[in-house]
C-alpha cells in the first residue's frame, strides 16, 4: 500500500525559506514520477514542481528560480525546497506519487498522479 507523508510545514516571514519532505513507503520509490502540488483556500490544487524516475523535472512559472525539487532515491523521500518565500505561496501542500508521468507537462496536472499525501501547511506572512 502506498503511502505518502509530508513534514517541514510552517510560518516564515516574507523571504524566508522552508524544505519539505515527503516520505514514501510501499512501493518501488525509485521508478515512480513525484510531484508536489499546493491549494490554497478557495482555489484549485495547482502543480508546484514535480520529478521523473530519471531526474528530469518541471516547475510551475510561479516558483522558477526559488523552488527545488529534489529525490533521495536511498531513503524514499522527495524534498521541495522553497526559498524567497512570499505570502502568496501560502497554501497546504502535498506531494504525490504515479508509476509514470507521460510528459514534462504532465508532471504538473492533478489527473496525472494516483496517490497522494495528507498534506502540509505552509503560511508566508509579509
Known amino acids: 500500500q502506498v503511502q505518502l507523508v509530508e513534514s517541514g510545514g510552517g510560518s516564515v516571514q516574507s523571504g524566508g525559506s522552508l524544505r519539505l519532505s515527503c516520505a514514501a513507503s510501499?512501493?518501488?520509490?525509485?521508478?515512480?514520477?513525484m510531484g508536489w502540488f499546493r491549494q490554497a483556500p478557495g482555489k484549485e490544487r495547482e502543480g508546484v514542481a514535480g520529478i521523473d524516475s530519471d531526474g528530469s523535472t518541471t516547475y510551475a512559472d510561479s516558483v522558477k528560480g526559488r523552488f527545488t525539487i529534489s529525490r533521495d532515491n536511498a531513503k524514499k523521500t522527495l524534498y521541495l525546497q522553497m526559498n524567497n518565500l512570499n505570502p502568496e505561496d501560502t497554501a497546504m501542500y502535498y506531494c504525490a506519487a504515479d508509476l509514470r508521468c507521460f510528459s514534462w507537462w504532465s508532471r504538473l496536472q492533478v489527473f496525472e498522479y494516483k496517490y497522494w499525501g495528507q498534506g502540509t501547511q505552509v503560511t508566508v506572512s509579509s
Open positions: 510501499g512501493y518501488t520509490y525509485s521508478s515512480y514520477c
